[in-house]
């Protein structure tokens, strides 16, 4: 990993910048995968499954006899910890259910707000050097508390043409509608358009590569919503002299491993700690079965000293990290001036794969800076805010005139037309 020593202000973009594609590099594909399958449907599909994913399938529908299948595969453990994350994420996103707003704004104009679940939604599931079946948990769990009618589930197959049994599980526990063997860009254009089998959708939901966050904010020029831009994985830590440096490594590795475009910083006031956190990397990755990937993202990683935490905590705040560890003695001064990161965990016993599989918090996170605007997927993502209002004759007399007056100054007498007939009757 790179160690850079106090670097001067003007120089963090440069020292910041992800290391990713731009969109103007690959949208060229999406684009035309995009315009095969709105064309051809699951014909297109089925052609580009064959291309980026090397197999050939009968049909990329998943059957129940598949996932009655898959179910017998699996532990009996693996089935108690899946159930057992899947009960922190669901006791996690209930508890941010909210009641209906309602007030009286004027004696007689009573006005509320109620939120009410997208019908259609598509998650997608990562499923390439690693098939993250907790992402179904993270993206089904909140949408089926939500009441989302249907659930519609897109994840690549493996060379055999198969689905992980963990992610037919864990879809078969989180009332998954519809699943499908489609990953990357054409499963986004699915979505978007629909095709013969698959339903087209109202969001869409889920991580992936660079190519498939591309895709999904290609969607959007289609009419259909997304959740985030969810890209390459990417974690911060901050650090001083009390940090346990295995520990620090062991997060930056859990996150270098996701894949080779993954990136993960360090931020640290002390010298001594970032050589040891270097030696330490250096040692954990040496046995990591996932080596040759998490070597790569490692190139792309750095150990940034700054001089105090101030200095530190205005970088933090300019990078806007996915994830960000806090590992300080005084972690008060982060935790409360933190102002951009998607999911923050705090002190030497909160590893980032806590949130990633099992505290109850969710994974779906803004990267490469989002979440300086964009928070991560929550229960309210799969709802809808309605507002109603109803006046009474009362209401709409004292209101009646003000509405009058303000349409008359923006130009719009029908405007006040639509009142004015109205108090006219109530003379």
């Given at each position: 990993?790179?160690?850079?020593?106090?670097?001067?202000?003007?120089?963090?973009?440069?020292?910041?910048?992800?290391?990713?594609?731009?969109?103007?590099?690959?949208?060229?594909?999406?684009?035309?995968?995009?315009?095969?399958?709105?064309?051809?449907?699951?014909?297109?599909?089925?052609?580009?499954?064959?291309?980026?994913?090397?197999?050939?399938?009968?049909?990329?529908?998943?059957?129940?006899?598949?996932?009655?299948?898959?179910?017998?595969?699996?532990?009996?453990?693996?089935?108690?910890?899946?159930?057992?994350?899947?009960?922190?994420?669901?006791?996690?996103?209930?508890?941010?259910?909210?009641?209906?707003?309602e007030i009286e704004?004027?004696?007689?104009?009573?006005?509320?707000?109620?939120?009410?679940?997208?019908?259609?939604?598509?998650?997608?599931?990562?499923?390439?050097?690693?098939?993250?079946?907790?992402?179904?948990?993270?993206?089904?769990?909140?949408?089926?508390?939500?009441?989302?009618?249907?659930?519609?589930?897109?994840?690549?197959?493996?060379?055999?043409?198969?689905?992980?049994?963990?992610?037919?599980?864990?879809?078969?526990?989180?009332?998954?509608?519809?699943?499908?063997?489609?990953?990357?860009?054409?499963?986004?254009?699915?979505?978007?358009?629909?095709?013969?089998?698959?339903?087209?959708?109202?969001?869409?939901?889920?991580?992936?590569?660079?190519?498939?966050?591309?895709?999904?904010?290609?969607?959007?020029?289609?009419?259909?919503?997304?959740?985030?831009?969810?890209?390459?994985?990417?974690?911060?830590?901050?650090?001083?002299?009390?940090?346990?440096?295995?520990?620090?490594?062991?997060?930056?590795?859990?996150?270098?491993?996701?894949?080779?475009?993954?990136?993960?910083?360090?931020?640290?006031?002390?010298?001594?700690?970032?050589?040891?956190?270097?030696?330490?990397?250096?040692?954990?990755?040496?046995?990591?079965?996932?080596?040759?990937?998490?070597?790569?993202?490692?190139?792309?990683?750095?150990?940034?000293?700054?001089?105090?935490?101030?200095?530190?905590?205005?970088?933090?705040?300019?990078?806007?990290?996915?994830?960000?560890?806090?590992?300080?003695?005084?972690?008060?001064?982060?935790?409360?001036?933190?102002?951009?990161?998607?999911?923050?965990?705090?002190?030497?016993?909160?590893?980032?794969?806590?949130?990633?599989?099992?505290?109850?918090?969710?994974?779906?996170?803004?990267?490469?800076?989002?979440?300086?605007?964009?928070?991560?997927?929550?229960?309210?993502s799969f709802l809808?805010?309605?507002?109603?209002?109803?006046?009474?004759?009362?209401?709409?007399?004292?209101?009646?005139?003000?509405?009058?007056?303000?349409?008359?100054?923006?130009?719009?007498?029908?405007?006040?037309?639509?009142?004015?007939?109205?108090?006219k009757d109530l003379?």
């Amino acid at each position: 990993m790179k160690i850079i020593h106090n670097p001067k202000r003007e120089s963090w973009p440069k020292i910041l910048k992800r290391p990713t594609q731009t969109v103007g590099d690959i949208e060229g594909i999406v684009n035309q995968v995009f315009e095969a399958i709105k064309k051809e449907g699951d014909k297109a599909i089925g052609k580009y499954t064959q291309k980026f994913d090397g197999v050939n399938l009968k049909t990329n529908i998943v059957e129940l006899t598949d996932i009655e299948e898959a179910t017998g595969k699996l532990s009996v453990a693996l089935k108690n910890a899946i159930k057992n994350a899947k009960q922190n994420i669901e006791a996690f996103h209930a508890a941010q259910k909210t009641t209906k707003v309602e007030i009286e704004t004027t004696k007689g104009v009573l006005c509320w707000q109620e939120k009410r679940p997208i019908e259609k939604v598509g998650v997608y599931i990562p499923g390439g050097t690693a098939p993250l079946f907790s992402t179904v948990l993270m993206l089904c769990v909140p949408a089926q508390i939500a009441g989302c009618k249907e659930i519609v589930l897109c994840s690549p197959p493996n060379k055999k043409g198969e689905l992980a049994p963990e992610i037919l599980y864990a879809a078969k526990l989180c009332g998954v509608t519809k699943i499908f063997k489609t990953g990357g860009i054409q499963a986004i254009a699915g979505l978007t358009f629909g095709t013969e089998t698959m339903p087209q959708v109202y969001k869409i939901f889920g991580p992936g590569n660079q190519y498939v966050t591309v895709a999904k904010q290609l969607a959007t020029k289609f009419g259909v919503a997304i959740d985030m831009p969810a890209g390459p994985s990417e974690l911060l830590v901050v650090a001083d002299y009390t940090a346990n440096a295995s520990y620090i490594a062991s997060d930056l590795l859990s996150q270098a491993e996701h894949g080779t475009d993954s990136q993960v910083l360090l931020v640290s006031t002390s010298n001594q700690l970032i050589n040891e956190v270097s030696e330490e990397v250096e040692k954990q990755l040496s046995v990591l079965p996932r080596k040759a990937i998490a070597e790569k993202s490692i190139a792309n990683s750095k150990l940034i000293y700054v001089e105090n935490d101030e200095i530190a905590l205005d970088l933090i705040n300019e990078y806007g990290p996915e994830h960000f560890i806090v590992c300080t003695k005084n972690e008060d001064f982060y935790v409360n001036g933190i102002l951009n990161a998607g999911s923050i965990f705090i002190g030497d016993y909160t590893p980032e794969s806590a949130g990633d599989y099992a505290s109850g918090t969710n994974h779906t996170l803004p990267t490469n800076g989002a979440c300086k605007a964009y928070s991560g997927v929550n229960l309210d993502s799969f709802l809808k805010s309605m507002t109603f209002q109803k006046l009474s004759k009362e209401g709409l007399k004292n209101i009646g005139e003000t509405i009058e007056l303000m349409a008359e100054a923006e130009g719009l007498q029908a405007h006040k037309n639509a009142v004015s007939l109205r108090l006219k009757d109530l003379k």
